[in-house]
């Protein structure tokens, strides 16, 4: 510990005496100065022992002194050291009284005890406690690093909590904790997630302090990762601020878990790499191959069925944050989970293979669902949001079928762009309807185009060919049914759909014109 006023009297070689202020000899001593100025406070910084010798004071004057008593404590003097048989033989007591008022403590310096044998004194336990520091710090930072090979980031927090008599824990990407120390700090980190959240926010290297005196503790979060965007991020809660030997074993947990981050970094470009190749061979058809190359990595991933998941980001091209934050959503609930996830970078797409019911398509549903909710409230804002996704989800399916999963999950992205929405999955279109479909501008102007003729003839006044082609397809050619409809005879309408067909162009018999008409109505029809 630094020096104090108590060890400084209790230095042999100094043979200080107390005068006033002995209930407060524990304040640490930043610093020994010389000073006869009447007036030093300009030079003060806080936490001085201030050597006089009353040169150019007049100490026996008790308003005088205790204006310059007040001017030292406010100053943040820890302490006034007054040398007697130079200028007095004895402290005056007006001094003596106005240092005990004012609860500074005053130490008689003897005449044969040189201001330099202070000041070497106090620089000597300052250096002294320094080394202390340092050493614990290189200690902690050996126990630290043996715990990190050992145990990995679960023992390195335990050795850190016990350095700084507190505890750490460790947050992943999402800001989830995947690791704390003791076992019960964990409840409390869970409630820093907001914390860890503004922080990841802010380019690394990055920290900041949450709470203090009036809060159950004092936490630091530190962000790990030397990328523009920490992936992960540390916490340390003390009950006070660290002292310099913590401080060490802070900066060492830091440097090892950022190396872990990078080095974790490294080996994930290198499983995106090969799991980049197990796709290619799941589209190709060559499962047997895919899985002789994942194995122990994705092996398990294989043996059950899985989801296709592919994203883009909108609007097209914007290949960064959007995507990138959903990997790590994906990615961080896969890890928490235990699972094995295949995620891709496919130029600008993100392709993700993960086990059917697991936690990783669970938060691709859940991310996808806080970008619905976003863009509805951007929308009551007027605001409009940046770098949305459009995501299509497969149908479960197994090596063998992963091609056509793939197409799937093509295909439900496509619904989910035309649509505005964020997040489709091919099995609901499968149980919803192909109206919605229709929907598409290229639809209605085939459409529109197609009955054109007919809703020109109509406008003429001299019949109404669209109402009964309708009501003629919806009866599926039955005559009597379709004329009860339109509140015509038979003949009536079977000379309407001769007239259509001269008009189309086309034979009704034709299933294939049926539909095309059928579909046409449907498309421009007012209830869709």
């Not at 100065?33 to 040169?55: K, Q, R």
């Not at 909590?161 to 824990?169: F, I, K």
């Not at 960064?320 to 235990?338: I, Y």
């Not at 009551?380 to 399916?397: C, T």
Request: charged share 25%; hydrophobic share 45%; glycine share 10%.
């Amino acid at each position: 510990m630094p020096p104090t006023l108590a060890s400084l009297v209790h230095h042999s070689a100094l043979k200080l005496t107390v005068r006033a202020g002995a209930d407060r000899l524990d304040v640490p001593v930043r610093w020994a100065h010389v000073s006869e100025l009447a007036d030093p406070v300009p030079y003060m910084e806080g936490g001085e022992l201030l050597l006089i010798t009353a040169l150019k004071l007049d100490a026996e004057d008790p308003e005088a002194m205790r204006r310059y008593v007040k001017r030292l404590v406010g100053a943040g003097v820890v302490g006034l050291g007054f040398a007697v048989g130079v200028n007095y033989e004895d402290i005056p007591e007006a001094l003596v009284d106005a240092a005990e008022a004012g609860g500074l403590p005053l130490l008689e310096v003897p005449r044969r005890t040189p201001f330099l044998a202070i000041s070497k004194a106090v620089s000597a336990a300052i250096a002294a406690d320094q080394y202390r520091a340092v050493t614990a710090g290189f200690a902690a930072q050996r126990e630290l690093t043996k715990q990190a090979l050992t145990d990995g980031p679960e023992g390195l927090l335990s050795a850190l909590a016990s350095q700084v008599d507190g505890w750490a824990a460790l947050y992943d990407a999402s800001g989830a904790v995947v690791a704390a120390a003791p076992e019960w700090a964990g409840r409390r980190a869970a409630r820093l997630t907001a914390d860890v959240e503004r922080l990841r926010e802010r380019p690394a290297p990055a920290s900041s302090v949450v709470g203090g005196p009036d809060h159950e503790d004092r936490v630091e979060l530190h962000s790990l990762g030397t990328g523009r965007r920490p992936r992960s991020a540390l916490a340390v809660g003390t009950a006070a601020a660290p002292g310099t030997a913590e401080r060490y074993a802070v900066h060492s947990a830091i440097a090892l878990l950022t190396l872990t981050t990078e080095r974790s970094r490294s080996l994930r470009a290198a499983e995106q790499r090969l799991g980049a190749a197990v796709l290619r061979m799941l589209l190709a058809g060559e499962s047997d191959h895919a899985r002789a190359v994942a194995g122990d990595l994705y092996g398990s991933l294989l043996d059950a069925p899985f989801r296709v998941v592919v994203a883009e980001s909108v609007p097209a091209g914007r290949t960064g944050e959007p995507l990138g934050a959903l990997a790590e959503a994906v990615e961080s609930a896969a890890a928490r989970a235990g699972e094995a996830v295949l995620v891709v970078p496919e130029g600008e797409r993100l392709v993700v293979l993960a086990a059917d019911g697991g936690a990783a398509v669970g938060a691709c549903g859940e991310y996808a669902a806080g970008l619905d909710a976003g863009r509805a409230v951007g929308e009551q804002g007027g605001a409009e949001g940046d770098g949305e996704l459009v995501v299509g989800v497969s149908a479960p399916a197994g090596p063998v079928a992963a091609a056509a999963a793939y197409k799937q999950a093509e295909q439900a992205l496509s619904v989910a762009r035309r649509r505005g929405r964020v997040c489709v999955e091919h099995e609901q279109l499968a149980a919803g309807s192909v109206v919605p479909l229709l929907a598409d501008d290229a639809v209605q102007a085939f459409a529109d185009g197609l009955l054109r003729a007919l809703r020109e003839h109509d406008a003429t006044g001299r019949g109404d060919l669209v109402a009964s082609l309708r009501a003629w397809l919806s009866r599926h050619g039955q005559w009597d049914a379709a004329a009860a409809d339109l509140g015509v005879h038979r003949h009536t309408l079977r000379y309407r759909m001769r007239r259509v067909e001269e008009i189309l162009g086309r034979s009704l018999d034709d299933p294939d014109v049926r539909m095309e008409l059928w579909l046409a109505l449907k498309a421009t029809s007012t209830e869709q």
